[in-house]
């Protein structure tokens, strides 16, 4: 009786299985149908001609959005577009453009390190005329871009106005495969910590950085410092044998599943390490993220370095490109990533009802415990919460608007002028602006007109329409003038006041330029908060011990 029991049990359970998948196929037949009679209706019957492609494809798009930010479609003209991520390469010339609101022109701001735009000469500030005869004057960034680049060997000719020389320039340029170094830098912070900032997983990125680690070693560095700061991530293969450089072969780093039994995947260490007892630390941020987590989440379930920063991002999905009929592809979420401890640290549940769809954080209170493998409590959900919480600098308002809203590209054409007067300048560890030069600043931001919203005064704003609506004001009109009159902007004070924070916004956009995103991160070595707190624990053997402990 047992034994029939458990096979009606049995039986009963598959009949319900087979029911339900029943249910789910006719509910997708059904749904395809519809979806394929009523685009046949709007064919025929729409009261414009329809396009296919842009039809169809809001349609696809529609679809994957009710689902997470990372599944998406490329059809065959964006193609490209996925090959870029998968790779970081795209064929051009190498150079950021923008566009300048004064003169409502597109122009180059920063050609970049051993690539074509700053092979044959081309500067911060040059204005873009004409691409092989084709006026670019009246063009947009983004057109500008799209002219910019092409196949790889092809060969064109840009003209350019340079403001410093007042005269116009024509280069020859050869379009070569760009991909943008994934290592801008690494070196010595001191005598005996080594530093490396690694800022994405593209192919073979962990063969760079085995080098650059065994040229530290060779230069004397006895403790490391890995800076994923702002590392959206890419491979996770890549990431895997990256954190093989310090952890023993055959390690198991993280497994992958899904709904479909080909998701599942585990990934282990496969060489011998290079070093598994040098201190290392990681810096890690809120952009850190996906592949960068799981390198970071490594090194802290295995207990094999400090991590510092402020908590990463949170992305535990995984996807895996498809190819499509027509030249189409589709990157698909497939699965999630779990970390040596058994952890999987997405941050974020996507919602989806009748009435629309939403996204989810998850909160601290619903995370689970886990254990790194010397006993220390970690948590899934949310992130990689650091070992040392170091929050960074906050950026003041006006150095915002100086750097990114100005409309009166105040600060870009000083700099622009800085450099035409400047054919060299000192290291980027050494190099610094007077005070003679930064009142040169200052006066031409005040001469200009400058202004910028000021935070407080929007904050008061708000108070004084709210104790008008309640009634409160009349009996505090007076306290406000006083208090308005006081919070007025003097922007020539607010200059000086925030002089040191807008002197190293300057002194980046000009080291930029001789020395390249390379010297900007070396520059910053100095008085970087993380930075500056993983050299004192690094130096203080007790405190990294204990850190590590339980």
């Known amino acids: 009786m047992k034994r029939l029991s458990i096979f009606i049990c049995g039986v009963m359970a598959a009949m ?30 729409y009261v414009d001609t329809l396009n296919p492609g842009e039809i169809i494809g809001y349609g696809i798009n529609g679809m994957l959005r009710s689902l997470d930010p990372y599944t998406v479609y490329y059809p065959e003209e964006n193609a490209n577009e996925l090959k870029q991520m998968i790779t970081g390469k795209y064929a051009g010339i190498g150079a950021l453009v923008r566009y300048h609101k004064q003169l409502k022109r597109v122009l180059i701001d920063e050609p970049y390190e051993n690539m074509p735009s700053a092979e044959v000469g081309l500067k911060k500030g ?23 680049r092409g196949d790889a060997g092809t060969t064109f000719l840009l003209k350019v106005l340079r403001p410093s020389l007042n005269k116009d320039l024509q280069f020859k340029i050869t379009r070569r495969n760009i991909k943008l170094p994934e290592l801008p830098f690494y070196g010595m912070v001191d005598g005996k910590i080594g530093y490396i900032s690694l800022t994405g997983f593209p192919e073979d990125c962990s063969k760079d950085m085995r080098k650059a680690f065994l040229d530290l070693k060779k230069r004397g560095a006895e403790k490391l410092i890995l800076d994923l ?8 293969s890549e990431a895997v044998d990256i954190i093989n450089l310090w952890i023993p072969q055959g390690q198991t780093i993280v497994e992958t599943k899904g709904k479909l039994p080909q998701a599942y995947r585990k990934y282990s260490t496969r060489f011998e390490p290079v070093d598994t007892i040098m201190p290392l630390v990681v810096l890690v941020n809120g952009e850190t993220a996906s592949a960068s987590e799981i390198t970071c989440g490594a090194i802290q379930d295995l207990d094999r370095g400090i991590i510092i920063g402020t908590r990463t991002y949170g992305k535990g999905l995984v996807q895996t490109p498809i190819d499509l009929p027509y030249n189409a592809n589709l990157k698909l979420t497939t699965s999630k990533y779990y970390i040596p401890s058994g952890r999987c640290i997405q941050a974020i549940n996507y919602k989806r009802s009748g009435g629309g769809d939403y996204k989810e954080r998850v909160p601290d209170s619903l995370t689970h415990v886990f254990k790194t493998r010397a006993g220390r409590e970690v948590r899934d959900g949310g992130g990689i919460k ?94 406000f003038a006083a208090l308005k009159k006081k919070l007025k902007h003097n922007v020539a004070q607010d200059l000086e006041y925030h002089k040191d924070e807008i002197k190293r916004m300057l002194e980046q956009e000009i080291i930029t330029a001789y020395y390249y995103k390379a010297g900007v991160i070396e520059s910053t070595l100095k008085y970087d908060k993380e930075i500056l707190e993983a050299v004192k624990i690094l130096n203080d053997e007790k405190a990294y011990k204990e850190l590590l402990q339980p």
């Open 126 to 148: 040059d204005i873009i005329l004409s691409i092989d005869g084709k006026d670019m004057t009246e063009k947009n960034t983004s057109e500008v871009s799209s002219s910019l």
């Open 386 to 479: 650091p070992d040392v919480e170091v929050k960074p600098d906050t950026i003041s308002n006006i150095v915002i608007y100086l750097d990114q809203i100005d409309s009166l590209e105040v600060t870009f054409d000083w700099v622009v002028d800085y450099i035409a007067k400047h054919p060299t300048i000192a290291s980027p560890r050494n190099f610094e602006l007077s005070d003679a030069e930064y009142n040169d600043y200052k006066q031409k931001v005040v001469d200009s007109g400058f202004t910028y919203d000021p935070i407080s005064g929007e904050m008061i704003d708000k108070l004084e329409q709210a104790l008008k609506f309640e009634g409160y004001y009349d009996d505090t009109k007076e306290e």
């Open 229 to 236: 700061r702002n590392n959206g991530g890419g491979s996770l």
């Open 16 to 45: 319900t299985l087979w029911a339900q998948k029943k249910d789910h196929n006719f509910a997708v037949g059904k749904n395809l149908d519809l979806f394929n009679q009523i685009y046949k209706q709007l064919d025929l019957m």
